[in-house]
């Protein structure tokens, strides 16, 4: 099937390039009150914050977390666009979310990355918005990184008619312990981008740090990398607040975080630069050279081991290779999760290359 996102997205209006500092949507993780809700968004609208985010329906991963107050925030944020002019956005899980929103006149509907994973209620959101190509509609990442279930998410909406979207990422669940709440993988934006130049991709630092103190770093490693803009938590009194707390921030702090982050030219491309990426450009071609030279030598051994009836994989020869990179890392200032990672793949296709000789050769017999 063709891939109808690449010739089907509208430029979104609300986003406005400024060269001198990066386009923020920012509002409170959850609408709690009248009071919050609006003050708020005026301490954001003095900040230049044009686009006011807030949750109405919150998917928490427990129960007894704040579930947010549902359809009776409808009404603030309308005030919220009465009072400050600026746009608004929530999020949407469901048929019934996305009719209200619609009836409301909002302008910005957001999917979250629970909703993401899953296509049922996707298309229903879909389905409910069809034809409705006044909206926006931001589609978080899925909560694991499966790149086609949130191009797929996309894909849903365009099929509805609604053009105007973006992606926004979040990061990624995992299981452990790990500095962020939800791990970058920043991998993937920078795929999307590759496979769809003109999707406005946003980063949302806050839910990917988790922290307020990461909120900073990871929105310059955004702006560094190219991103349309960020999309932050922002609330009028933090410490007070009904859901993720420990990532939320004042405007005030807010304004202080946009000031600090240097701009980068999108496409300035000094003659250092030049020189650099040349050398880049080399060693990708040396490093292209010796694989395909390992897996020469691997389909040898492949040959090797059919003949003399041995099986292909021999764990300890792999631990000794293992080992051996290890220690050759440490000394040539390498990462050990890099080189252990690179090192795991490539063992993997060996194994491929191997099992597909000896499958050959019994074809063969
Ligand atoms: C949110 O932005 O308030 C939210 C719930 O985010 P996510 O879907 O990324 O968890
Ligand atoms: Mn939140």
């Not at 973006?166 to 669940?173: K, T, Y």
Request: aromatic share 6%.
């Amino acid at each position: 099937m063709k891939d109808n996102l690449l010739d089907k997205i509208s430029p979104l209006p609300f986003v406005t390039s400024d060269a001198s500092s990066p386009f923020v949507i920012a509002g409170p993780c959850s609408a709690e009150s009248l009071e919050q809700t609006i003050e708020t968004a005026r301490e954001l609208k003095s900040i230049g914050i044009s686009v006011f985010r807030v949750g109405l329906w919150k998917p928490r991963t427990l129960p007894t977390s704040f579930e947010g107050v549902g359809i009776k925030g409808i009404e603030w944020l309308k005030l919220v666009k009465q009072e400050t002019g600026m746009q608004v956005a929530t999020e949407v899980a469901t048929r019934e979310h996305a009719k209200a929103v619609l009836d409301a006149g909002i302008d910005v509907l957001w999917i979250g990355a629970r909703t993401c994973t899953n296509p049922f209620a996707v298309q229903e959101i879909a389905d409910a918005i069809k034809g409705h190509d006044e909206i926006t509609v931001l589609v978080k990442n899925p909560v694991n990184p499966d790149l086609d279930l949130w191009i797929g998410t996309m894909q849903r909406i365009v099929n509805a008619g609604v053009t105007m979207i973006g992606a926004i990422l979040r990061g990624f669940s995992y299981y452990g312990n790990n500095l962020y709440r939800n791990v970058p993988e920043w991998q993937l934006a920078i795929e999307l981008h590759r496979r769809y130049p003109h999707l406005p991709i946003f980063c949302d630092p806050s839910h990917m740090g988790g922290r307020r103190e990461l909120i900073a770093p990871l929105s310059q490693q955004a702006i560094d990398m190219g991103f349309d803009g960020l999309f932050i938590e922002s609330h009028y009194k933090p410490d007070e607040a009904l859901s993720d707390k420990d990532q939320q921030i004042s405007p005030k702090e807010l304004n202080s975080i946009i000031n600090s982050l240097i701009m980068r030219g999108k496409s300035q491309s000094t003659e250092t630069l030049e020189v650099l990426r040349q050398q880049i450009d080399a060693c990708d071609d040396e490093l292209l050279n010796i694989l395909s030279k390992r897996i020469d030598v691997c389909r040898l051994i492949g040959a090797y081991k059919k003949e003399q009836g041995m099986q292909v994989v021999q764990t300890n020869r792999y631990d000794t290779i293992l080992q051996k990179s290890l220690s050759q890392a440490k000394q040539l200032g390498l990462s050990a999760e890099f080189i252990k990672s690179i090192m795991s793949a490539i063992h993997q296709e060996s194994v491929r290359q191997q099992i597909e000789i000896l499958n050959n050769n019994s074809d063969n017999t």
